[in-house]
């Protein structure tokens, strides 16, 4: 039996772009952006369908400038889709948050408190994963 090696474009697959946004305290702690969406009474990291950049800055209101790839999860949505979301280290250099319809919070959390209060296990392996500022 042969295998098939399949492009992305061949396979029904969402795609998704975001980031692991951080800041540095005033003491020198890194700490994350988590949001929350109510409409999923989820915690998560931003992302969306499009680009990580615009995504991240109107999903918390953050421009921020992208470091490097930090990898991709996928899983099946709520949907029954099969989704596949990269994220990368970006670093928060201005704006600011606004609550709105998809998002109606946003934390800035240490990195281990991001991994604990991170709905998803996909989400929390892939900050377990990384060596974060």
Not at 58 to 65: A, I, N, S
Not at 100 to 115: F, M, N, Q, R, T
């Amino acid at each position: 039996m042969a295998t098939k090696i399949l492009e992305l474009t061949d396979v029904n697959v969402i795609r998704a772009a975001g980031g692991v946004v951080y800041r540095t305290d005033p003491s020198g702690e890194t700490e994350l952006a988590i949001i929350h969406r109510p409409a999923y009474d989820d915690w998560t990291l931003p992302k969306g369908k499009v680009e990580p950049l615009r995504e991240v800055r109107e999903e918390t209101g953050f421009r921020c400038e992208i470091e490097r790839p930090l990898g991709c999860t996928a899983y099946v949505d709520r949907r029954g889709r099969d989704k596949v979301a990269c994220y990368w280290l970006m670093e928060a250099k201005g704006g600011r948050f606004k609550p709105g319809v998809e998002v109606d919070k946003l934390a800035w959390v240490s990195v281990a408190d991001a991994i604990k209060r991170l709905t998803y296990p996909r989400d929390r392996k892939l900050l377990e994963a990384q060596d974060l500022p």
